[in-house]
């Protein structure tokens, strides 16, 4: 079917002229569709229009469908500035509506010692990754969510950047040293290309959906010249965008719930938890210093099929866990 839609909208097959008037359009930046390509005008959705637009990295006009012009912003560039928001506001409204945004279940419905972790955190540095996407205006897209289009972080990605977090944390550098360690172990599962007494962990993370979308740009500077004439871009979630992260704790695994291991799991997360959002960073290039959120957190909790603490600072919050009754 994406073939089909780009065969039909053959952004190339166009004169010159009507693909420099295709570009503003399908920014969003004309009102109106090019006289001699009026079946744009057919696209009424944002996401149809930057597909269409996409195409232009193929023409001679590559650099101003994303950028527009030194002198005043054009083609994605513009759509990011002027009109992304609105886009993401009403995608999210979408997702709202249908009931997609994660929401926990009854904890009383799920065994002895189950417990979760909700707060929404505010990022401090840009966000990073890489979508899987065929075709895109840019070459470092970031990911987003497959129908809706809004950037978001998987529950794989949560899974994988805790655990590399509470790796360092705790000086392993193999697997070897981690699969000897039965807390990691009761957390996150096997490690890799373990098949015998396979086990998933007691951890179970929700996406995180971002409101906000960006741009980066990378501009490296040859030493003879000192002068960068290829920029980078990497489409972000820029710093202030938010952003709710969800885990749920549950015993599925037959393993032991005494309550004392219940709360030394729910101790070594929440500590891991802040060394990865405010230290070590999450999604890509987080050793040049992205992926950092605030420290201060508010709207979030813990909770557990007893009671519910909650959670205003990510740096203290193991001062509640002494408190939370399982």
Same mark, same amino acid.
């Not at 699969?179 to 396979?198: C, H």
């Given at each position: 079917?994406?073939? $089909?839609?780009?065969?039909?909208?053959?952004f190339?097959?166009?004169?010159?002229?009507?693909?420099?008037?295709?570009?503003?359009?399908? #920014?969003? =930046?004309?009102?109106?569709?090019?006289?001699? &390509?009026?079946?744009? #005008?057919?696209?009424?959705?944002? &996401?149809? *229009?930057?597909?269409?637009?996409?195409?232009?990295?193929?023409?001679?006009?590559?650099?101003?469908?994303?950028?527009?012009? *030194?002198?005043?912003?054009?083609?994605?560039? /513009?759509?990011?500035?002027?009109?992304?928001?609105?886009? @993401?506001? =009403?995608?999210?409204?979408?997702? +709202?509506?249908?009931?997609?945004?994660?929401v926990?279940?009854? @904890?009383?419905?799920?065994?002895?010692?189950?417990?979760?972790?909700?707060f929404?955190?505010?990022?401090?540095?840009?966000?990073?990754?890489?979508?899987?996407?065929?075709?895109?205006?840019?070459?470092?897209?970031? *990911?987003? +969510?497959?129908?809706?289009?809004?950037?978001?972080?998987?529950?794989?990605?949560?899974?994988? #950047?805790?655990?590399?977090?509470?790796?360092?944390?705790?000086?392993?550098?193999?697997? $070897?040293?981690?699969?000897?360690?039965?807390?990691?172990?009761? @957390?996150?599962?096997?490690?890799?290309? +373990?098949?015998?007494?396979?086990?998933?962990?007691?951890?179970?993370?929700?996406?995180?959906?971002?409101?906000?979308?960006?741009?980066?740009?990378?501009?490296p500077?040859? *030493?003879?010249?000192?002068a960068?004439?290829?920029?980078?871009?990497?489409e972000?979630v820029?710093?202030?965008?938010?952003?709710?992260?969800?885990?749920?704790?549950?015993?599925?695994?037959?393993?032991?719930?005494?309550?004392?291991?219940?709360?030394?799991?729910?101790?070594?997360?929440?500590?891991g938890?802040?060394?990865?959002?405010?230290?070590?960073?999450?999604?890509?290039?987080?050793?040049?210093?992205?992926?950092? #959120?605030?420290?201060? @957190?508010?709207?979030?909790?813990?909770?557990?099929?007893?009671?519910r603490?909650?959670?205003?600072?990510?740096?203290?919050?193991?001062n509640?866990?002494?408190?939370?009754? /399982?």
């Amino acid at each position: 079917m994406v073939r $089909e839609f780009f065969a039909h909208y053959a952004f190339a097959l166009q004169d010159e002229y009507v693909q420099g008037a295709a570009i503003d359009y399908l #920014a969003c =930046q004309a009102k109106q569709a090019p006289g001699r &390509w009026p079946g744009l #005008a057919d696209l009424s959705d944002d &996401w149809a *229009r930057l597909l269409v637009l996409s195409q232009a990295i193929a023409t001679g006009h590559r650099e101003f469908a994303r950028m527009g012009t *030194r002198r005043a912003p054009g083609g994605y560039r /513009f759509w990011l500035e002027q009109h992304a928001e609105r886009f @993401l506001q =009403q995608q999210r409204r979408y997702l +709202e509506h249908l009931g997609l945004l994660p929401v926990l279940p009854d @904890l009383k419905a799920l065994p002895p010692g189950s417990w979760a972790v909700q707060f929404t955190f505010t990022l401090a540095k840009p966000y990073l990754s890489q979508d899987d996407t065929e075709f895109y205006i840019l070459d470092n897209p970031v *990911r987003k +969510e497959w129908v809706f289009k809004v950037p978001y972080v998987a529950p794989s990605q949560w899974k994988g #950047a805790l655990r590399a977090a509470m790796r360092r944390r705790r000086g392993y550098t193999t697997w $070897e040293e981690e699969s000897q360690d039965a807390q990691m172990m009761r @957390l996150f599962g096997n490690i890799k290309g +373990e098949e015998e007494n396979f086990s998933v962990g007691r951890l179970f993370f929700y996406p995180t959906f971002f409101d906000r979308i960006g741009l980066e740009v990378i501009n490296p500077h040859p *030493r003879d010249t000192g002068a960068g004439r290829q920029p980078i871009y990497f489409e972000c979630v820029p710093a202030g965008a938010r952003g709710t992260f969800t885990l749920l704790y549950v015993p599925l695994d037959g393993g032991p719930v005494d309550e004392a291991i219940i709360q030394a799991d729910l101790q070594a997360v929440v500590e891991g938890l802040r060394a990865m959002f405010t230290e070590y960073g999450f999604g890509a290039k987080t050793s040049s210093g992205y992926g950092v #959120a605030e420290s201060n @957190l508010d709207k979030g909790y813990i909770q557990t099929r007893a009671d519910r603490q909650p959670v205003r600072d990510l740096p203290n919050i193991q001062n509640y866990v002494s408190r939370v009754s /399982f």
